[in-house]
């Protein structure tokens, strides 16, 4: 990617933020004279600045996941400690970001931990335009994804629970057992020699060729839906949370670097054809 492209995708990213920063702030609650949820916003991206600094002198990425994970905790506590009056939506959508962000961080950091670094950022981390606009665009994933939780925090508006919040509670549930489940299933399956030129088959990889996926999507689904009767006005914008999440996740690094990176390892393999054949690509179903 040059130097343009970065520069370029750095301003789309921040154009981006601005339009949800004001649609989340519509109807909400004010911190010191500002719209709680601009401060929210603002930390997502200073926080990341501020970690790019020794990350690009270091040339590391080593932070990079950890960073991106506290960076959701950050936002979740200060939301919740700002507003003027909490409630039990409040808390509960605090509690799913703060409790998704510390699952997901601590694994993605022990991962490339272990590994020593990520693959990734073997280019990226060396040049600076670049570098920048991963640590930007990181700023622009915390904010979209968290938005429809933090515009119900930090809403004016106070309603009943209700039955959707129910059933957000319980996708939200679902989806985060199965992401833990799956990124744990492959995580042994990598520890054992005998199977580190192989491709995972087992468990929920059986019932899906990306199970982790399915939950992470479906997990912000769930938040999406417990912040819905707490949204008003400009503020349902945010609930794009879950469809950014699934273009991420199908469309743009996830899904296609992944089959990218499967074919031109396992391509030829009988084995691997016949599995990606065979099993659905995100939507799991007991197999065949």
């Known amino acids: 990617m040059t130097n343009k492209h970065s520069i370029f995708s750095i301003f789309v990213s921040l154009i981006v933020a601005l339009l949800i920063v004001l649609a989340g702030s519509s109807s909400g609650v004010d911190a010191s004279g500002v719209r709680l949820f601009a401060i929210c916003g603002l930390i997502a991206f200073a ?3 501020i970690c790019f600094i020794p990350s690009w002198f270091l040339h590391s990425e080593r932070f990079f ?3 991106g994970s506290a960076t959701y905790l ?3 506590v200060v939301s919740l400690l700002a507003i003027p009056k909490i409630d039990t939506r409040s808390v509960l959508l605090g509690l799913m970001i703060c409790l998704w962000g510390l699952r997901l961080g601590t694994f993605l950091f022990a991962r490339v931990q272990a590994v020593g670094h990520d693959a990734r950022f073997n280019l990226i981390k060396h040049k600076f335009a670049w570098f920048l606009m991963t640590w930007t665009v990181q700023g622009l994933w915390v904010l979209i994804t968290s938005s429809a939780a933090l515009a119900a925090i930090t809403s004016s508006k106070r309603s009943d629970f209700g039955i959707i919040g129910i059933i957000g ?4 549930l679902t989806g985060f057992v199965i992401e ?3 990124d744990e299933q492959k995580r042994k399956f990598k520890l054992d020699p005998s199977k580190q030129n192989s491709f995972i088959t087992d468990g929920l990889w059986s019932w899906s060729q990306h199970p982790n996926y399915f939950g992470e999507i479906v997990l912000w ?3 999406s ?3 819905l009767p707490g949204l008003s006005s400009w503020q349902y914008f945010t609930l794009i949370s879950p ?3 699934f273009i991420l996740l199908t469309r743009i690094s996830g899904l296609p670097m992944l089959n990218s990176a499967a074919r031109k390892r396992w391509g030829d393999d009988p084995e691997f054809l016949a599995y990606k054949k065979s099993t659905p690509v995100l939507i799991p179903r007991p197999p065949k």
């Open 47 to 49: 926080v990341q600045w």
């Open 65 to 67: 996941d950890l960073v």
């Open 74 to 76: 950050t936002v979740a």
């Open 169 to 172: 509670i319980i996708l939200w």
């Open 180 to 182: 833990i489940v799956a």
């Open 221 to 223: 689904i769930g938040v």
């Open 225 to 227: 839906l417990v912040a």
């Open 243 to 245: 469809v950014f999440v």
